[in-house]
Nanobody, 123 residues
């Protein structure tokens, strides 16, 4: 059974940093794209970052560009989201996903995702 397990969330002051990790278990799921998305109460799901297996390209949303970085380890067992200079508007539940489509649109699609990790940025 495919499993994605996020960790690293927490409460941080504005301007601080967090690194989220996603442990990727072996499973039969789409690995063409590994992504992070977030969702805050009352807001639409937002695709934050993605890394593509084919060509190694990356996507970073404009809202976090210059502050967030996505990466994965050489064994491709862990996907990271480094978040620097956090802002209050970054407060959300963050999810790791396998298989993504439509990053940068209002309705990105993800095939499989984990339970999420909460990020709260205080003033």
């Amino acid at each position: 059974q495919e499993q994605l397990a996020e960790s690293g969330g927490g409460v941080v002051q504005a301007g601080g940093s967090l690194r989220l990790s996603c442990a990727v278990s072996k499973g039969n799921y789409n690995r063409d794209c590994m992504a992070w998305f977030r969702q805050a109460p009352g807001k639409e799901r937002e695709g934050v970052a993605a890394i593509y297996t084919e060509g190694g390209g990356k996507y970073i949303a404009d809202s976090v560009k210059g502050r967030f970085t996505i990466s994965e380890d050489n064994a491709k067992t862990t996907v990271y989201l480094q978040m620097n200079n956090l802002k209050r508007e970054d407060t959300a539940m963050y999810y790791c996903a396998a298989g993504c489509h439509g990053m940068g649109t209002r309705s990105p699609l993800f095939l499989t995702w984990g339970q999420g990790t909460q990020v709260t940025v205080s003033a």
